[in-house]
């Protein structure tokens, strides 16, 4: 039985990698300078003298997140008049007045939206959910897969992606199609 679990495991892992690769592809094949100078921007901002690696990666992924995160919290906490961290219905309330007549069925509706609980308070819980989801919006799961996947084109397996290595397999694209 484990034995079966664990090969299931494998074989999804095995078909999420296999979709992130397909993305890696489609992006390439899309647009192959598009993609090239993407990647080389890449390098030169989360890689080490040219020298892109997962952990690289995964700090481009968590800022772009970070940065969605701190917009989306925000626009909360500007309303937090009395600073104690959360956003009560008065406070809304204070904001309302203040704003355009737009503006103001907008804030309700972020307000709504944001408290989950229906308690009339965007509490902690629901502030950090709503920063998740902004950042999950922002960058979703499949392309920080795909951008995972950008490893694989290290073709002299050194563990780093360098701009000939993008290069090579954006020429390796081109002539494929
Ligand atoms: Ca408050
Ligand atoms: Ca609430």
Redesign the pocket.
């Known amino acids: 039985m484990v034995k079966i679990v664990a090969t299931l495991m494998a074989l999804l892992l095995a078909l999420a990698q296999a979709r992130a690769e397909d993305g890696l592809e489609a992006a390439m094949g899309d647009d192959p300078e598009r993609f090239a100078e993407m990647v080389t921007d890449l390098i030169a901002g989360f890689g080490v003298a040219g020298n892109l690696r997962a952990e690289g990666i995964e700090e481009h992924i968590a800022l772009e997140r970070a940065a969605a995160r701190a917009t989306a919290l925000r626009r909360f906490l500007a309303m937090?008049?009395?600073?104690?961290?959360?956003?009560?219905r008065a406070?809304l309330e204070v904001s309302q007045r203040a704003a355009s007549a737009s503006m103001r069925g907008k804030l309700e509706r972020q307000f709504k939206a944001a408290d989950r609980d229906g308690s009339d308070q965007i509490d902690l819980a629901e502030l950090r959910a709503e920063g998740q989801a902004a950042a999950l919006r922002a960058l979703g799961e499949a392309e920080a897969e795909t951008l995972r996947a950008l490893i694989t084109l290290d073709a002299n397996g050194d563990g780093a992606l360098q701009i000939g290595e993008v290069r090579l397999a954006t020429a390796r694209t081109d002539e494929a199609t």
């Open positions: 937090d008049l009395d600073g104690d961290g959360t956003v009560d406070e």
